[in-house]
């Protein structure tokens, strides 16, 4: 159920942000979705080699390392990405706004010579 709402929070936040800078909403879900759980996948994968090198192949059946601790660690480190990738495309897309505008007043008044 709360991976629902985190599907929900991402969609809302980066749609909201293709809204407000004219941008397919669409795609940035995906790249919000992608954030998150290539975060979290990742997060995983490095910890389950961690474990394989420290305690063998053997140590991923120990039940020390398979706890709801570590599941709200990987959690809140994909959440912590997404919303870094959210603040990024948010400055980036600021920054061409900012563009936009500044050649579109420097260009007044000049015209094209063939």
Known sequence: MIGILFIYWIWKAF???AIEYDKNKWTYFLIGLGS???ATLAAGIIYGFSVVLISGV???DDEDYNSTGWNLLFVLLGG???YGVYRFLERKLEKERELQRKEGIE???VTEEN
Do not use: E, F, M
Request: aromatic fraction near 14%; include cysteine.
């Open 58 to 60: 053997d140590g991923l």
């Open 15 to 17: 749609s909201n942000l």
């Open 107 to 109: 260009s007044i008044g």
């Open 80 to 82: 912590l990405v997404c």
């Open 36 to 38: 998150y759980y290539g």
